[in-house]
């Protein structure tokens, strides 16, 4: 069983430091989403893509954080000049869009960023 | 906009007694529900789903019943084990909105 996987699991960087993240979906799902979660709430929506598409971005998802996904498949987070305040755990989900009902994400184990 | 209120934790039970964890959401229209379970160190795994109105999801002795009428999907779970100890995440999925909603998190120990 091939689920969502994320690269690296754990990254410990110093501030001002770029960081990148790598997720490799389901291989037949389509949409792939970013998340992140702080200590003790919940995951919070930060990008969506449809394919290759970027269809929706937070306002969470500040200009220091990019991200791709090159030929709609494996996709890429990048932050760049790290801050202290980034430290979380970025969790990466896919699903197969299945119109307005019944789609369902699945998500990686996640990586947990560290900023010092 | 949507939103889901779960209730706070850390619940605390001992071993085979029942659990409940109250859900309640807002949202436009007809969401689909779901609850998330994450134990410590890992990311979150589906545990239940349900996508309309009067619908009962189930899995590992875990059930939650949409109810549209009081906007709940209250997790319950007949007797619960020391390997259940976890966050449990109640979330909803709104189609147009193309992102999950989750909760807070309620963290539930068991112990023996």
């Known amino acids: 069983d091939t689920g969502v996987s994320q690269n690296p699991r754990h990254k410990i960087t110093k501030r001002g430091q770029n960081v990148t993240f790598r997720c490799d979906p389901i291989?037949?799902?389509?949409?792939l989403y970013w998340y992140r979660q702080t200590l003790g709430q919940g995951p919070e929506f930060l990008t969506y893509f449809q394919n290759e598409a970027q269809l929706e971005k937070s306002r969470l998802l500040s200009d220091r954080f990019s991200a791709e996904r090159p030929k709609g498949s494996f996709s890429t987070l990048e932050i760049q000049r790290t801050e202290q305040g980034d430290s979380a755990m970025y969790l990466c989900?896919?699903?197969?869009?299945?119109?307005?009902?019944?789609?369902?994400?699945?998500f990686g184990p996640g990586t947990r960023l560290l900023v010092l | 906009g949507n939103s889901v209120t779960q209730m706070e934790g850390p619940v605390t039970l001992s071993e085979e007694a029942f659990l409940t964890i109250n859900c309640t959401y807002t949202?436009?229209?007809?969401?689909?529900l779901f609850w998330y379970v994450q134990y410590p160190g890992e990311g979150l795994q589906l545990l239940l789903k349900?996508?309309?109105?009067?619908d009962k999801g189930s899995n590992k002795g875990f059930e939650a019943t949409y109810r549209k009428e009081t906007t709940s999907f209250h997790l319950e779970k007949g007797s619960v084990q020391v390997s259940d100890s976890a966050v449990y995440f109640c979330a909803l999925y709104r189609g147009g909105y193309q992102k999950v909603t989750f909760g807070t998190g309620t963290k539930l120990q068991v112990i023996p």
């Open positions: 291989s037949e799902h389509n949409r």
């Open positions: 949202a436009t229209g007809y969401p689909s």
């Open positions: 349900a996508t309309k109105a009067d």
């Open positions: 989900a896919s699903s197969y869009r299945q119109g307005v009902t019944g789609e369902t994400q699945y």
